[in-house]
């Protein structure tokens, strides 16, 4: 007391509040006094806090990125202050309260979150936390249900205000040691739709139906015990849909689109890693599978054989063959594993998608049920087809020469995108009688050329077997 009133007597009070800031500096400098600090105030507080911090290792807390949608919805509500942002992430403007501490109750329970780190200073991502403040008389039911509730609510958020994004992979060489960037992204701005989609009506819904059920099928496969995955295989012609189709499934199902380079990947041990850095609840694509990667039939014992230059072709085949090998080791074996295998658990509500132009070169054991689950072939355009196109570039339901491009539809092979293209008014200055008579003479042309070639083959195809005959006669000696 003689101390205490002798130093307020003889020193200043701005110099007293220095001296005590200076004491109090010090001693919070020895970790044993800090620690004894902490230990008083918590016996005392009948307060419980539980901190999420926003990396977990290497990898970014998911609950952290869920408490962070939920709280900055919830802040939103009642909060006068507010600061908005773009999220790269995010398809509209997200709005966040400009305060540290939001306040939230749950079944009667009053409780806080509060963003950390508290000193303003510090702009290491690494540092940022959610504290959750709360009495120790609803422990139970924080850390039960309401912590669920959190969780869950943040995800729904989370997916309502999402962007889709279209993800390419990076080659190896672009890997760095601290910081793998495996995936490229940009924004997904394709507005493809199923009801724009030119195909058959029925098949068409036959595909919304099984996406939409595998979507919300979790707790079936579950109970299964099988992995919450599927395959789509979808073939045809070049111009038929394919690519058109993936992106109506994304936007169908609000899913991001990761296109798998294939060419890229060095080998079955970087395939993997690719894998598991894929969100959960994305479509997975790899276009032109018989182009990118040895997956032919090559496990088929019988193979047709050619009468000439087997030999060099054999050969050249080979040497190609090697030379894809020093350069990229994926193999079938890897890609099975891939889609079908322990790895592809590691996410859940992931669709595989494979395209390509020649269904029958591809192995048997690749496109197999299970892995491949549904085979959509995109064809030729057909009338039901040309009534979507009509609508959609012509605004048209119905006109008189419908009956003849229905006609000449059915006799023409000729692809939708071919038919879109004399849909298109060109500047403008095209009516629509005069797209659909476009059409027509491009359909009567297409008509005329192939009524042509098959005839020369036929003609070809007799002279061949004649001369055969001559050959096997003896008549006639092979050159």
Not at 173 to 180: P, R
Not at 232 to 254: E, Q, R, V, W
Not at 437 to 445: G, K
Request: charged residues 30%; hydrophobic residues 35%.
């Amino acid at each position: 007391m003689f101390a205490l009133a002798t130093i307020q007597q003889f020193f200043p009070h701005q110099l007293r509040v220095t001296l005590e800031e200076f004491v109090l500096a010090t001693l919070q400098q020895f970790y044993f006094v800090q620690k004894f600090c902490d230990k008083l105030v918590s016996f005392f507080s009948p307060y419980v806090q539980i901190k999420f911090p926003e990396y977990s290792g290497y990898s970014r807390n998911q609950a952290y990125s869920a408490i962070e949608s939920y709280v900055g919805a919830k802040s939103t509500t009642k909060a006068s202050q507010l600061k908005g942002s773009l999220v790269k992430s995010s398809k509209a403007l997200v709005l966040t309260r400009d305060e540290s501490k939001v306040s939230d109750e749950f079944n009667g329970a009053k409780l806080w979150w509060v963003l950390g780190p508290s000193s303003s200073t510090s702009s290491d991502s690494e540092d940022k936390y959610y504290q959750l403040i709360f009495h120790r008389s609803h422990r139970e039911l924080i850390t039960g249900p309401y912590l669920e509730y959190v969780v869950q609510e943040g995800k729904a958020i989370k997916a309502k205000n999402k962007r889709i994004r279209l993800y390419t992979n990076n080659p190896s060489d672009n890997w760095s040691y601290y910081k793998k960037n495996l995936w490229s992204d940009i924004p997904f701005e394709n507005p493809a739709r199923f009801e724009t989609l030119a195909m058959d009506p029925k098949k068409k819904e036959e595909i919304i139906n099984d996406l939409v059920t595998f979507s919300n099928a979790k707790e079936y496969y579950t109970k299964l015990g099988k992995p919450w995955k599927r395959g789509y295989l979808l073939y045809g012609p070049p111009g038929t849909g394919k690519s058109t189709m993936i992106a109506a499934m994304a936007n169908l199902l609000h899913y991001d689109i990761y296109d798998l380079e294939l060419t890229t990947v060095y080998d079955n041990t970087e395939l993997r890693k690719l894998l598991t850095e894929t969100s959960s609840k994305s479509i997975i694509v790899v276009e032109d599978i018989d182009c990118t990667l040895d997956v032919t039939s090559h496990r088929k014992k019988e193979r047709e054989k050619s009468n000439e230059n087997l030999g060099n072709d054999m050969n050249n085949k080979k040497e190609k063959k090697s030379a894809v090998e020093k350069s990229n080791k994926v193999t079938l074996s890897g890609l099975l594993n891939f889609i079908d295998g322990t790895w592809s658990a590691c996410g859940t509500g992931r669709i595989f998608v494979f395209t390509t132009n020649h269904v029958n070169k591809l192995d048997p054991a690749l496109i197999r049920r299970g892995r491949m689950d549904m085979h959509i072939e995109l064809s030729y355009c057909r009338f039901e087809a040309f009534k979507t196109l009509a609508k959609n570039y012509l605004d048209l339901d119905s006109n008189d020469l419908f009956e003849k491009i229905g006609i000449l539809l059915e006799e023409t092979d000729i692809t939708p995108a071919d038919v879109a293209e004399y849909l298109i008014p060109k500047l403008g200055k095209k009516d629509p009688d005069s797209c659909l008579e476009s059409l027509i003479q491009a359909l009567e042309d297409a008509k005329e050329n192939s009524e042509l070639t098959t005839n020369e083959g036929k003609r070809r195809l007799k002279g061949k077997r004649f001369f055969t005959r001559l050959i096997k006669k003896g008549w006639l000696l092979q050159s």
